[in-house]
């Protein structure tokens, strides 16, 4: 089983050479510290960044350049600033490449739900649905069940939708599972997970087709 | 030069009044129009609606709004940084609309740049899209999402002059150049307002057409929000 830092090395290497890519809040922040670095890559933040480095030195904090988590960051060569028009164009017209974002609920026909729990002070959606409607290449990143055990890979959604039939593929601490049209596809286990402890923790339809690898991180 | 210029804040707001709609720049606490906001305190106009990605903190930026009670409605993508926020949100004093961070940018480019609507597929088959006029295109579904209204916009800027020409700083300049020109009157404030002349037509952000009136703003507190560092090795 994976901790929260295993699933990011595994999405990581789903980042390929010349990649421009959007990382969410939570698991999907930590993608970036595990990307090869021998290939070229540059992190947009939608809040108005191309080119995202790591947080500053101390002391080097600048109140003008933070990240869509409004946490302070640096930038690396070759970065460039933008208003938040232009920053949803490079997503909505499809010009990165990949976007990894956390999720409450995926269900097997691609649909996710991350932004509003009933009953709870809701937040709000923030870029999530600009993303999920746009990407092209979407990854989810979160744990394979809730804190109550309950499977977090559905049928259907229960929660209010983000973004309908739009995830791809989803790395939890189980396992590298592909959204099909027939439902979830098993492509990878983690290190010492069973089939059927996977199985067990999804609800949604789950495809097994002959001998599932273990993921190599 | 059609002079811009205005002396202060105060100058800077008049016509503003009760129950009038406010686009206001900035994300999170980055790039905020912090005095035009301080003046909306200090004047004590109410029941405003406030197109604005955030809602502040507690004590400060719109927060400082919300603690008087002068926010009647708030069109935001994100909000909650705030516990009297979600108290008054709570009570069913402030009416609260959320929407996408995406179509909130379109809805102010689409006001600035004259198109009474946008098709965007964000939202389609949430509860985002529900009331709303759907199409298809090229087999993709889309929502339709209007232009906003506003009375004014207030922006921050880093660099301006007197003819209204904006420079943005960094991440600073988020929201604030598709707000200008997308209210009856564009407010942009900066941290300063140099000599007509001194800025390089080539590094323009937001053309003077777009701003009505403009001033530099005093004591810019610049607040960061989350402070986070990396430690030498």
Redesign the interface.
């Known amino acids: 089983m994976l901790d929260k830092i295993g699933i990011a090395k595994r999405i990581a290497k789903e980042v390929k050479n010349g990649y421009y890519v959007n990382l969410g809040i939570g698991i999907p922040t930590l993608v970036a510290n595990y990307v090869c670095k021998d290939i070229e890559v540059e992190f947009q933040s939608e809040n108005g960044v191309l080119g995202m480095g790591p947080f500053p030195f101390e002391g080097e904090e600048d109140a003008d350049l933070i990240n869509a988590g409004k946490q302070t960051i640096t930038t690396l060569e070759g970065a460039s600033f933008f208003d938040s028009a232009t920053s949803f164009s490079m997503i909505r017209g499809k010009h990165v490449q990949l976007t990894i974002l956390g999720a409450m609920e995926v269900s097997h026909n691609g649909d996710i739900a991350n932004w509003k729990i009933p009953g709870y002070m809701v937040k709000g959606m923030g870029g999530a649905m600009d993303l999920v409607a746009s990407a092209e290449n979407i990854i989810v990143a979160m744990m394979h069940t809730n804190k109550k055990g309950e499977s977090k890979l559905l049928k259907s959604c229960s929660l209010p939708l983000t973004g309908v039939g739009c995830v791809k593929r989803v790395v939890t601490n189980l396992a590298v599972l592909e959204v099909s049209i027939d439902g979830f596809k098993l492509l990878e286990r983690a290190p010492g997970v069973t089939v059927e402890t996977i199985q067990n923790a999804t609800e949604g339809h789950l495809i097994v087709d002959g001998e599932v690898p273990e993921m190599d991180i | 030069m059609i002079n811009k210029q205005v002396p202060n804040a105060k100058k800077a707001l008049k016509g503003l009044t009760d129950g009038m709609t406010l686009m206001l720049g900035g994300?999170?606490?980055?790039?905020i129009p912090e005095n035009a906001i301080a003046e909306m305190v200090a004047m004590d106009v109410k029941k405003i609606t406030c197109i604005s990605?955030n809602a502040g903190v507690d004590n400060f930026g719109l927060g400082l709004l919300l603690q008087k009670h002068q926010i009647r409605k708030m069109v935001?993508?994100?909000?909650?940084?705030n516990d009297e926020f979600?108290r008054q949100?709570?009570s069913g004093e402030l009416e609260v609309e959320?929407?996408?961070?995406?179509?909130?940018?379109?809805r102010?480019?689409a006001a600035q740049a004259g198109f009474p609507a946008i098709y965007?597929?964000?939202?389609?088959?949430?509860?985002?899209a529900e009331g709303k006029e759907t199409r298809e295109f090229d087999g993709k579904m889309y929502i339709l999402e209007t232009a906003f209204k506003a009375d004014f916009s207030f922006v921050k800027a880093?660099k301006g002059d007197a003819a209204g020409n904006l420079i943005?700083?960094?991440?600073?300049?988020?929201?604030?150049?598709?707000m200008c020109g997308a209210a009856t009157i564009t407010v942009a404030e900066v941290e300063e307002l140099v000599p007509v002349g001194s800025l390089d037509p080539n590094q323009i952000?937001i053309p003077g057409i777009f701003v009505q009136r403009i001033f530099e703003g005093k004591g810019y507190e610049?607040?960061?929000?989350?402070?986070?560092?990396?430690?030498?090795i």
């Open positions: 994300f999170g606490l980055c790039g990605n935001s993508s994100y909000v909650g940084e979600e949100m709570l959320l929407i996408p961070q995406g179509t909130l940018a379109e102010c480019r965007t597929p964000a939202g389609y088959g949430t509860e985002v880093w943005f700083k960094a991440t600073a300049r988020n929201f604030n150049p598709n952000h610049k607040r960061i929000e989350k402070r986070t560092v990396r430690q030498k």
